[in-house]
C-alpha cells in the first residue's frame, strides 16, 4: 500500500538528526597497541587489526619490532618493583610485536575496553583477551595485546616505540581536557 509523501507516518521528524554529530576534535586521541610475541605468534595479528578497524578506529601506523630488553623495561617501567616483572620483560623480549599507533575519538579509554581485563581468564567474551586468550603461568599472564592506560601514558610509549612521531602525535589537546586515569 503506498502513502502519500505528506502523510505524518512516513514523514522523517525533522528533529531527527540525519546524520551523527559531528565528532568534537578534543576528542580525538591516539593510542598505543601492542600485539605481544605470543599473538603475533599465534597469527592473531589481523583478527586484533581486524577489531580495531570495525570499532571504528583508525591505524595511523604500525611496526613489527623484535624488542631489545631495554625497550621493554622502559615499556613497563611503571611494573619494575613488581615480582614479574622480569618475566614480562622476558616476554616482551621472546619474539616479533606488532607496535601500532591507533588513532579515534577517545580512543585510549576505548581501546583499553576492546582488550579486556588485564587477567585473560577473567576478561570477558567479546574482548580481544576475553575471546583470544587464556594463558597464565604462576604470576604470569600472557593476553595478547597491550594497551596504554591514559593519555599522559600513551604520548610516552609512542614516543618510545616511534621516535620519529615525538612531537607530531599527541594524545589530544592535554590542555584542554583532564587526563583519564588509568582504568582497571
Ligand atoms: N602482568 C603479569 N602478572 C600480573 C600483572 C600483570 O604477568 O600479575 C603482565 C601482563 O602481561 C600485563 C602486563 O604485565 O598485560 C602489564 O600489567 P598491567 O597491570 O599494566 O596490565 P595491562 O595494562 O596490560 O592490562
Ligand atoms: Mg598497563
Redesign the pocket.
Known amino acids: 500500500m503506498s502513502s502519500s509523501p505528506s502523510a505524518t507516518s512516513a514523514t522523517p521528524s525533522k528533529q531527527a538528526p540525519s546524520k551523527p554529530a559531528p565528532s568534537n576534535p578534543c576528542n580525538l586521541e591516539h593510542t598505543l597497541v601492542l600485539v605481544k610475541p605470543d599473538g603475533v605468534e599465534r597469527g592473531l595479528v589481523g583478527e586484533v587489526l581486524t577489531r580495531i578497524e570495525r570499532k571504528g578506529y583508525v591505524i595511523s601506523d604500525m611496526r613489527l619490532v623484535t624488542p631489545s630488553a631495554a625497550l621493554a623495561q622502559a615499556h613497563?617501567a611503571e611494573?619494575s618493583a613488581r615480582p614479574?616483572f622480569g618475566?614480562?620483560v622476558d616476554?616482551l623480549c621472546s619474539g616479533r610485536v606488532l607496535a601500532v599507533v591507533v588513532e579515534g575519538e577517545r580512543v585510549v579509554k576505548g581501546m583499553r575496553v576492546l582488550n579486556g581485563a588485564?587477567d585473560p581468564t577473567v576478561a570477558s567474551p567479546g574482548t580481544i583477551r576475553g575471546d583470544l586468550a587464556c594463558q597464565r603461568d604462576g604470576?604470569?599472564?600472557?593476553?595478547v595485546v597491550?594497551g596504554s592506560?591514559s593519555r599522559v601514558s600513551a604520548k610516552r610509549e609512542i614516543a618510545l616505540w616511534f621516535p620519529e612521531h615525538q612531537g607530531s602525535c599527541d594524545s589530544g589537546d592535554e590542555s584542554v581536557l583532564p587526563t583519564e586515569e588509568a582504568t582497571?
Open positions: 613497563y611494573h614479574f618475566e614480562l616476554y588485564t604470576i604470569s599472564m600472557y593476553n597491550h592506560d582497571d
